[in-house]
């Protein structure tokens, strides 16, 4: 199995932006989607943002579209998520995530799916 080695998190003042990053081991999938999932307590895990290998294509959770930036170095087989403008609601535990196998088609479902494989979590905290 891939490993996922997610980092970046941290405690940051409404407004303030922050920074994650997701390492995967040595892989040799085809296509595959990578991205972020978070869960805050006492809620249902939800999907953030996702990008496709086969063409880089992004998707989004509507309550981050336009604050959150999903990007890839596919030679460094590493995916990073721009956070601006955190509100206190983004606080949670963010997850990085990656499915083999689907394709730029399907991105948008993959944000209500179950990936394959996770990585061990990274805490995100907004203060008011």
């Known amino acids: 199995d891939v490993q996922l080695q997610a980092s970046g998190g941290g405690l940051v003042q409404t407004g303030g932006s922050l920074r994650l990053s997701c390492a995967a081991s040595e892989f040799s999938f085809g296509t595959y989607v990578i991205g972020w999932f978070r869960q805050a307590p006492g809620k249902e895990r939800e999907g953030v943002a996702g990008?496709?290998?086969?063409?880089?294509?992004?998707v989004y959770a509507d309550s981050v579209q336009g604050r959150f930036t999903i990007s890839s170095d596919n030679a460094k087989k590493t995916v990073y998520l721009e956070m601006n403008n955190l509100r206190p609601e983004d606080t949670a535990i963010y997850y990085c995530?990656?499915?083999?196998?689907?394709?730029?088609?399907?991105?948008?479902?993959?944000?209500?799916?179950?990936?394959?494989?996770w990585g061990q979590g990274t805490q995100v905290t907004v203060s008011s």
């Open positions: 995530a990656l499915s083999p196998g689907w394709f730029s088609s399907l991105l948008r479902l993959w944000l209500f799916s179950s990936p394959n494989n």
């Open positions: 990008i496709s290998s086969e063409d880089s294509e992004t």
